[in-house]
């Protein structure tokens, strides 16, 4: 099932794999939003899903926020908003799914795409190309507060966070493994990249693990973040919030 | 009791003399007015600024000035009411800031050091140390909001504050808290100027990198009594840069 060809949903087993198709950015506007949404409710709703993958088509896992698009409406401002509560509420999403999730990052992942691949349970990373880049700080743009909070749960040590947002570091996957930001490098192509997610993802399927109870924990080992977007996604109805 | 001067784009604050530089009301305020100063000048020179704190002498900072304060609980706590303000200064300050950690800093001059972005010590000499629990004085909350914000791994914070651990360079670059280690005071001094250099290079927005290190430590800027802004402040922002 394609998505206006923005993400495409296939079943491998039990794992559910949602890839950001085609060879662009992937830019994070509200449509891609959306799609995406619509999919990891999909796989919400499956009986049986094991586990959630995320991957990319392309030389980009995901650039961030759709910035072009933002500038070209009326207010820009709104349109920056709006791509900020959607992306909220499908971190809800992820946080509150019934299965494990991982990101796997086949290409760049910058600003927002970073974010989102940080708000799975893991992370597998290309060694080959690609890199995590927070770049808010050299696009002049600010951090808001769900974001920091999602960034500070997930690279929880000082100093890696430091060199990440505050100094816009552009880190390899041996990088960010050796800084505990990512779980895995993958060597070899996208196609290696995500074998090695399915790989991965399928071994969280076999623990057989009761869905709910994987998201309780998970809300629970997380709870400031949880906090700040419960209320975006997840179980609470979707809400349109400016 | 300090200077300050401009070197291109990089401000080096001097902790001038060969004594203890102990925090005293006067020194504090002393640096506090040059702190200003790097604040009103980096309004009117643009992008791309960086400030570097370094001391002369044996001593970066032994502390509050504990001798004048003797036993009185009132002058003691009034020095450490006095030392919350420059620690908001400076995780307030629109650039990136480094303390070329040259000699001892010791307490309230350890907790200097830490507030300042990043640290580069020497590693012939000098030794990083929290005495409060060697003195038995408790640690005042902010220090300890610091603290956790900036030493994030559990026994590094551990060692350094329930055990007064005495770190030299070395060891202190291995837990996270140096991030470079120089042969003597001359070298640390230049090794901080020049990453000041390189981070003044990448031409950032004072404000927007302000904005983005009080995202990455919300609970320090709380302690201290800096106000984040809001979201809906930060999308304003957003709108205002195009």
Same mark, same amino acid.
């Given at each position: 099932?394609?998505?206006?060809?923005?993400?495409?949903?296939?079943?491998?087993?039990?794992?559910?794999?949602?890839?950001?198709?085609?060879?662009?950015?992937?830019?994070?506007?509200?449509?891609?939003?959306?799609?995406?949404?619509?999919?990891? @409710?999909?796989?919400?709703?499956?009986?049986?899903?094991? @586990?959630?993958?995320?991957?990319?088509?392309?030389?980009?896992?995901?650039?961030?926020?759709?910035?072009?698009?933002?500038?070209?409406?009326?207010?820009?401002?709104?349109?920056?908003?709006?791509?900020?509560?959607?992306?909220?509420?499908?971190?809800?999403?992820?946080?509150?799914?019934?299965?494990?999730?991982?990101? @796997?990052?086949?290409?760049?992942?910058?600003?927002?795409?970073?974010?989102?691949?940080?708000?799975?349970?893991?992370?597998?990373?290309?060694?080959?190309?690609?890199? *995590?880049?927070?770049?808010?700080?050299?696009?002049?743009?600010?951090?808001?507060?769900?974001?920091?909070?999602?960034?500070?749960?997930?690279?929880?040590?000082?100093?890696?966070?430091?060199?990440?947002?505050?100094?816009?570091?552009?880190?390899?996957?041996?990088?960010?493994?050796?800084?505990?930001?990512?779980?895995?490098?993958?060597?070899?192509?996208?196609?290696?990249?995500?074998?090695?997610?399915?790989?991965?993802?399928?071994?969280?399927?076999?623990?057989?693990?009761?869905?709910?109870?994987?998201?309780?924990?998970?809300?629970? @080992?997380?709870?400031? *973040?949880?906090?700040?977007?419960?209320?975006?996604?997840?179980?609470?109805?979707?809400?349109?919030?400016? | 009791?300090?200077?300050?001067?401009?070197?291109?784009?990089?401000?080096?604050?001097?902790?001038?003399?060969?004594?203890?530089?102990?925090?005293?009301?006067?020194?504090?305020?002393?640096?506090?007015?040059?702190?200003?100063?790097?604040?009103?000048?980096?309004?009117?020179?643009?992008?791309?600024?960086?400030?570097?704190?370094?001391?002369?002498?044996?001593?970066?900072?032994?502390?509050?000035?504990?001798?004048?304060?003797?036993?009185?609980?009132?002058?003691?706590?009034?020095?450490?009411?006095?030392?919350?303000?420059?620690?908001?200064?400076?995780?307030?300050?629109?650039?990136?800031?480094?303390?070329?950690?040259?000699?001892?800093?010791?307490?309230?001059?350890?907790?200097?050091?830490?507030?300042?972005?990043?640290?580069?010590?020497?590693?012939?000499?000098?030794?990083?140390?929290?005495?409060?629990?060697?003195?038995?004085?408790?640690?005042?909350?902010?220090?300890?909001?610091?603290?956790?914000?900036?030493?994030?791994?559990?026994?590094?914070?551990?060692?350094?504050?329930?055990?007064?651990?005495?770190?030299?360079?070395?060891?202190?670059?291995?837990?996270?808290?140096?991030?470079?280690?120089?042969?003597?005071?001359?070298?640390?001094?230049?090794?901080?100027?020049?990453?000041?250099?390189?981070?003044?290079?990448?031409?950032?927005?004072?404000?927007?990198?302000?904005?983005?290190?009080?995202?990455?430590?919300?609970?320090?800027?709380?302690?201290?009594?800096?106000?984040?802004?809001?979201?809906?402040?930060?999308?304003?922002?957003?709108?205002?840069?195009?």
């Amino acid at each position: 099932m394609a998505t206006k060809d923005l993400c495409s949903v296939e079943k491998r087993g039990r794992v559910h794999l949602i890839t950001l198709t085609g060879a662009g950015e992937h830019r994070l506007n509200p449509t891609l939003l959306s799609a995406i949404r619509s999919a990891v @409710a999909a796989v919400r709703a499956s009986p049986d899903a094991g @586990a959630l993958f995320l991957a990319a088509e392309g030389k980009f896992f995901c650039n961030g926020y759709d910035l072009a698009w933002a500038r070209a409406g009326a207010s820009p401002a709104d349109r920056i908003a709006a791509m900020r509560a959607a992306l909220r509420g499908l971190v809800a999403d992820l946080l509150a799914l019934p299965a494990p999730t991982v990101a @796997a990052v086949t290409g760049h992942a910058a600003a927002a795409g970073c974010g989102l691949a940080l708000a799975h349970d893991a992370v597998v990373m290309r060694a080959s190309r690609g890199f *995590l880049y927070m770049g808010e700080v050299d696009a002049r743009i600010k951090i808001v507060d769900f974001f920091g909070e999602l960034i500070r749960q997930k690279v929880p040590d000082a100093v890696a966070r430091r060199d990440l947002v505050m100094k816009g570091e552009k880190m390899t996957a041996a990088e960010a493994v050796r800084r505990g930001i990512v779980d895995k490098a993958v060597d070899g192509g996208v196609g290696d990249v995500v074998d090695a997610a399915v790989a991965m993802a399928e071994g969280l399927a076999a623990r057989g693990w009761n869905g709910e109870t994987v998201a309780e924990i998970r809300k629970a @080992a997380w709870p400031d *973040l949880w906090r700040k977007v419960k209320d975006h996604g997840g179980e609470a109805p979707a809400r349109p919030r400016l | 009791m300090c200077t300050l001067e401009q070197r291109g784009r990089v401000f080096v604050l001097t902790l001038t003399g060969d004594d203890e530089h102990r925090l005293s009301h006067a020194l504090i305020a002393s640096i506090r007015s040059s702190v200003a100063s790097v604040a009103a000048a980096a309004a009117s020179a643009g992008p791309g600024t960086a400030l570097v704190t370094v001391g002369e002498g044996r001593f970066f900072s032994n502390g509050l000035d504990n001798i004048w304060a003797g036993t009185s609980r009132e002058r003691l706590q009034g020095l450490v009411d006095a030392l919350s303000p420059l620690a908001a200064d400076l995780f307030a300050l629109p650039m990136p800031t480094i303390a070329a950690i040259t000699g001892h800093a010791a307490a309230g001059g350890f907790l200097l050091a830490l507030c300042h972005d990043y640290r580069i010590m020497r590693g012939d000499r000098g030794v990083l140390y929290m005495s409060e629990v060697d003195i038995g004085l408790p640690l005042p909350p902010y220090f300890v909001s610091v603290l956790r914000s900036k030493i994030t791994a559990a026994n590094a914070l551990r060692d350094v504050t329930l055990r007064g651990r005495k770190l030299k360079a070395a060891e202190a670059k291995e837990m996270g808290i140096v991030d470079a280690v120089c042969p003597g005071p001359a070298e640390t001094a230049a090794e901080a100027i020049k990453l000041a250099e390189q981070l003044a290079a990448r031409k950032w927005d004072g404000n927007v990198y302000a904005s983005i290190r009080m995202s990455i430590f919300p609970e320090a800027c709380r302690s201290i009594g800096i106000v984040e802004e809001s979201d809906e402040e930060k999308r304003k922002h957003f709108a205002s840069r195009l």
